[in-house]
């Protein structure tokens, strides 16, 4: 079975029932994406698939097909930051940092969804489904908004490897 | 100062926003096994025999272990002070908790181990269970322990005591009593990242301990301990909590994982489920506070009793500390002449709990925060000026007649009015924390205050006039 994880083409060996978390972290050694629950309560393990954030615990990788699938590492590294990073880094929106790159995945689709800045509601509303025990979600909430806005827009050079995720709209 | 007020980036931030941050969860080892523990089913049993013959057969399995594997598997956080061990690392003839560990299996993979448990036979003989320590004392409560209901090792006690001035002749001249019961309850401290640990054997016979603990070198004592080893035999990797609260201040997962690594000789990890954080985690303790205030009609507060019994869960672990704080804290930020408080760590056949965020001290402070709020409602006062009034003050003196010497009740509360915009009558806004002299120093608080530049009251206080014993001593660290 053939999956695209970040842009890149990787043959599975697991069985399509398998949670595409568990492919991640222990076929690719994605480990970017956390368990948190495993049974789609926490969001630790958000990733986006074809854009749209889903539950890597919960997606069969069988159900993938020709899907891309986005994790952290295809939005920026340590020296290429993507806007959503920059902010989230920049305003302490990460305390134990176990749920983050949930956050900033579900944060990433948000903006690519609505285009420019978002609205404190919506940040809300696509929160819903993650849980954070340390920070109290304000500088998280923060942090969105202000990636939303621009302020930490500045693009990167264009890697043809990278998936087609619109992370660094020049700022409004 | 110059990091004071100052924007600092966080040394682990670009990690934590590209997923470059390992948790334990995150790491391997080559040839690396999965753990798995059968815990107890049952609330309260008699374990009348083990049988692990099916489980060790099963293709994968690579160790099974039980409480003969341990070298020493009974462990007491407080053993260094003197005080009995208390707690199997692996159930021995009883449980005494759902939940409480049996045996453990380390296999090629976690279904391999999950189904391996399945093959262990244990026979239980299920006993009566207690939950509320209110009936712990009741002639016909369960027994947990053959030494009683409570942990009975405070010095000379068998729970800890505040003893301050003359409570009863207090109670005496009040002119009313309130008194009022306050029951916090228990809460999982719920962490994203479930316990974990990745124990590596090294050829050298050093183990290799990778741990999400809130507490490194408490972790190392304990397993090393358990096993009976030199500190220096083990390196205990840590440092990166994904969140822990209290909860990861207990050794949870290294101990059991260093056993079937030395047992499989092969690096074991072991990753709690989110379910067993929820079911056998420790949680933050439930308490049983009784409070009563002897108080005058002018909002002086000239004595108070207090009974507090601290839900410990089947075992001490760090109970006995944690009710020490609260005994510690139990008048507030308030000066109380006279005092009785007893308090008790008493066992049911819950969950052991230990810390979370201000051990011991939250469930005091809601107590006597509400309860001086009720003390207002029942003498017709302002609940601020009640708290201004009794505030601590420079020379005042702790329950453990410790003197004061930087108290901040008072300009605290005068912050806080201002904030919520709380007007105050003169004498109250224009309030310090200077030592008491005129109408802020009635008879009632002249014999606590200690001489100035005093650090502590005599114990027996006679220099002073105060009739106290001081704090019960011993126990609980």
Redesign the interface.
Known sequence: MELTINGVPRATASSPVTPLLTVL?EEF?I?????????G??G?CTVLVDGAPRRACLVAVGTLGDAEVT???GL???QS?AAI??A??DR?A?Q??????GM?MAAQALIDGTGGSVTRDQVLEALSGH????TGYVKIVDAIIAASTGEYGVDLAADPSQPKVERNRAPA | MKAVGAKLPRYDGIAHVTGRTNFVADLTAPGMLQARVLRSPHHHATIRSVDTSRAEKLRGVRAVVTHTDVPKNVYGHLEALGVPADEPLLAEDVVRWKGQPIVAVAAEDVDTAMEALELIDVDYDERPALFDIRLAFEPDAPEIHHWGPVFPHFGPHNHRRVRKGDVESAFEKADSIVSGVYRPQAIEHCPLETQAALVIPEADGRLTIHSCTQAMYFSLGVVAAHLGLALNRIKLVGGTVGGGFGGKVDTASETISAVLALKAERPVKWRWTREEEFLASSTRAPWHIELEDAVTSDGWILGRRMVTLHDSGAYSRFSPYGLTKHAFHHTGAYTIPNLKFDGFVVYTNRVPTTAMRGFGVTSVSMAVETHITRVADVLGLDPWEIRLKNANRIGDTTGNLVAMQDPSTVPVTLATAEKVGKELAAEYRTMNSERRSGGLLPEHLVAQQAPEGAHVLDKAGAAHGSHGTGTGNGGGH
């Open positions: 972290r050694n480990t970017s994406a956390k368990p948190g629950c495993e049974q309560g926490c630790a994790t952290v590492e920026g590294g340590a930051l990073q920059k989230f880094n302490y990460a134990c940092g176990y749920c983050t790159t900033v849980v954070c025990r340390c």
